[in-house]
């Protein structure tokens, strides 16, 4: 197993500074999120081989640059997965995951078992959530959504949004009106606003970082984006504007499926602008729709690998929605267990990542997103679109609204913790 170290730095600031040093000395680096042990100094580090760690030490003192360390890079062994193990520690299932547990890369075809052996699914989702709950706790966070546009220039064939579908009503938001929106997650205490819409150029870049301000001053909120492919210097101005996450899709990490998918949209060219937001020193979002046409076990294996290779931050990840008015209107919908089964074995394999339970899982089951919760998930989130605009952001059919109070109540179904900001806030409001 290739030995490596990590650096990890006080600011998002000083990590692209070293990175950018380091990358000079032409020392190949990856970036990753930093593993949960090492705390949240900052959530990316610096991974480099263990045979240039005088040379990086010998550049950081150089520059006088004090960081919070350099440490060698090995997975913390789980208690809760050393208990499981014990007593079944020869079955093929508790290999592969003993092998995941001492940061050993499993090969294809054990993710393949893993995915598609419903005899060990029980024990897979058990072990996700011993897991989660070891590395995250038992907070899930809840982010709000504004989804401020339906207008979309790109006509992916799985998307309600698509340009061709002129059965839609269309609509842009006011800023103003995704202001008021903005201020009323605030309120509910929600630290984190989505602004989701489809990639619509109307709104350029100066209306794009006029809203990150005004909502950055007027509420503190945390900003992640999801507009589609962008330019890197937008990508740049919106991050010194303020905003902290990008969440940029990919669906499938296989081209064909992905050209088929994406009919006016190159596969290198995503993977690229993933590049680029995480150079730019976003926290990096994306994920894969479970029953694409074409997709096999396999396929999806190679997601979870390529989300590793690719150091991704947050991983969405739901079953297909056939969609009226989209060339996949008649196909099955994606196979829930297996969208949770993804989901648990995301949780073991790539551990320290943010994992929503999607509106995807409710839209297809009442209690999908609970369940979702219970084999690894760590965040909800509900739609702050106002009530006029909601129905028409139909990126598939039937798209179940998700609300504070159906995030409240599915945590508490699954007995895990509402975030302390929004209890306060209700609270709050009920005795203010």
């Given at each position: 197993?290739?030995?490596?170290?990590?650096?990890?730095?006080?600011?998002?600031?000083?990590?692209?500074?070293?990175?950018?040093?380091?990358?000079?000395?032409?020392?190949?680096?990856?970036?990753?999120?930093?593993?949960?042990?090492?705390?949240?100094?900052?959530?990316?580090?610096?991974?480099?081989?263990?045979?240039?760690?005088?040379?990086?030490?010998?550049?950081?003192?150089?520059?006088?640059?004090?960081?919070?360390?350099?440490?060698?890079?090995?997975?913390?062994?789980?208690?809760?997965?050393?208990?499981?193990?014990?007593?079944?520690?020869?079955?093929k299932f508790s290999k592969i995951i003993n092998k995941i547990h001492i940061?050993?890369?499993?090969?294809?075809?054990?993710?393949?078992?893993?995915l598609d052996t419903e005899q060990v699914e029980e024990r897979l989702f058990s072990l996700a959530n011993k897991l989660r709950e070891e590395i995250i706790g038992e907070e899930v966070e809840i982010r709000g959504a504004i989804e401020f546009s339906n207008i979309c220039k790109k006509n992916c064939n799985y998307c309600g949004l698509r340009r061709s579908n002129n059965k839609l009503l269309r609509y842009r938001m006011s800023v103003e009106e995704i202001l008021i929106a903005a201020q009323e997650l605030s309120e509910m205490g929600i630290k984190t606003v989505i602004l989701q819409s489809g990639e619509d150029s109307w709104y350029d870049t100066s209306t794009i970082v006029e809203i990150i301000t005004k909502i950055r001053q007027q509420t503190g909120l945390k900003i992640t984006l999801s507009l589609g492919e962008r330019t890197k210097e937008e990508y740049e101005i919106f991050r010194e504007a303020g905003a902290s996450n990008y969440l940029l899709k990919i669906e499938t990490s296989d081209e064909e499926i992905f050209a088929q998918a994406h009919p006016d949209d190159d596969f290198n060219t995503r993977v690229k602008h993933l590049k680029w937001l995480k150079e730019l020193g976003y926290l990096v979002g994306s994920g894969n729709i479970i029953g694409l046409p074409g997709q096999t076990s396999e396929t999806i294996a190679k997601d979870l690998i390529f989300f590793r290779n690719m150091g991704i931050h947050m991983i969405g990840i739901g079953p297909l929605i056939p969609t009226a008015n989209t060339p996949y209107s008649e196909l099955p919908q994606g196979d829930i267990n297996l969208s949770l089964r993804t989901i648990a074995l995301t949780r073991l394999f790539l551990r320290n990542v943010f994992i929503p339970a999607t509106t995807a899982l409710a839209t297809l089951h009442p209690a999908a997103q609970e369940w979702g919760l219970e084999?690894?998930?760590?965040?909800?989130?509900?739609?702050?679109?106002?009530?006029?605009?909601?129905?028409?952001?139909c990126i598939y059919d039937d798209k179940r609204f998700v609300d504070l109070d159906n995030a409240l109540t599915a945590i508490r179904n699954t007995k895990r913790k509402i975030p302390q900001t929004i209890t306060d806030q209700m609270l709050y409001h009920k005795h203010g």
């Open positions: 197993m290739e030995s490596n170290y990590l650096l990890i730095c006080n600011s998002t600031n000083q990590m692209l500074q070293a990175n950018k040093l380091i990358n000079q000395r032409n020392i190949s680096t990856d970036l990753i999120p930093v593993p949960a042990e090492y705390g949240n100094i900052c959530n990316t580090g610096i991974r480099f081989s263990s045979e240039k760690l005088y040379l990086v030490k010998e550049l950081l003192n150089e520059q006088e640059m004090l960081v919070h360390g350099i440490f060698p890079l090995k997975p913390r062994r789980y208690e809760g997965i050393i208990q499981a193990l014990r007593d079944n520690a020869e079955n940061g050993e890369v499993p090969t294809l075809s054990e993710l393949v078992y893993m084999v690894g998930a760590n965040k909800l989130m509900i739609i702050a679109t106002p009530a006029k605009y909601r129905a028409a952001y």
